[in-house]
Nanobody, 119 residues
Framework: EVQLQACGGGLVQAGGSLRLSCVVY????????IGWFRQDPGKERDPISC????????YYKDSVKGRFTISRDRVENMVYLQMYSLRPEDSAVYYC????????????WGQGTQVTVSS
């Protein structure tokens, strides 16, 4: 069964850094795209970044470009989101998700990890 688990969240001061990790189970990077989303209470989940399994192509939301970097480790079945220069508005619950390559629906979601950035 396809499963994902996000971890690495925590409390950090503005301007600081944090690395989120997502462990993936039951599928290969070659056949799935992995994405990072974040969600504030009462709001829809907002896509932040993703990496394509087919060729490693990456996408970043404009507000995080130059500050966040997505990467993957095939051996450890991990996807990372390295975050630098964090701002209070980055505070949210962060989720990793997966979708089958060639499809548009994100059908597999991990449990979120809380990121809180203090001013």
């Amino acid at each position: 069964e396809v499963q994902l688990q996000a971890c690495g969240g925590g409390l950090v001061q503005a301007g600081g850094s944090l690395r989120l990790s997502c462990v993936v189970y039951g599928f290969s990077f070659e056949t799935y795209t992995i994405g990072w989303f974040r969600q504030d209470p009462g709001k829809e989940r907002d896509p932040i970044s993703c990496i394509a399994g087919s060729d490693g192509t990456t996408y970043y939301k404009d507000s995080v470009k130059g500050r966040f970097t997505i990467s993957r480790d095939r051996v450890e079945n991990m996807v990372y989101l390295q975050m630098y220069s964090l701002r209070p508005e980055d505070s949210a619950v962060y989720y990793c998700a997966a979708r089958r390559s060639g499809r548009s629906d994100w059908n597999n979601w991990g449990q979120g990890t809380q990121v809180t950035v203090s001013s």
